[in-house]
């Protein structure tokens, strides 16, 4: 059986160490931070997609393109797909769903201030 524990407290740090007591042999035990929040993830597109209406330096990107964009300046690993037909290479793989809270916020910041630089007009709400 399978289990999941968020840990938030004392007492689910005493269920995991209770499970961990009881586990059988080879079983596996992974523990990896809390990956980015829904509301992280609106609040990205959003600020992409301001972002994008804005064509700051005089760039009409897509909200998509936006984000392998600033997950590639912030140092995040992109990977460059041959296009078909003569169409130019895209990136593959740039998925925010697997940064954590921490990552995620960071690439919040570096959207919001780049955007801030760059007079875009935001409109997520909590802005």
Partial sequence: MAQTIIIRGQ???DL???????APVD????????K????????????LSDISR?????RTLKP???????MSAIGHEVKWING??????????QRSSRLSKEEMADLLTFILEYGDRHDVRWTYAEM
Avoid at 16 to 22: E, R
Avoid at 54 to 58: D, T
Wanted: aromatic share 8%.
């Fill in 16 to 22: 995991a160490k209770d499970l961990i007591d009881k």
């Fill in 64 to 70: 998509e393109q936006w984000k392998a964009a600033f």
């Fill in 54 to 58: 804005s064509k700051p330096e005089g």
């Fill in 11 to 13: 007492s689910q740090r």
């Fill in 84 to 93: 078909i037909d003569g169409h130019p290479p895209f990136p593959d793989d």
């Fill in 27 to 34: 079983a596996v035990v992974q523990i990896s931070p809390a």
């Fill in 36 to 47: 980015r929040s829904l509301d992280q993830n609106a609040k990205m597109w959003a600020c």
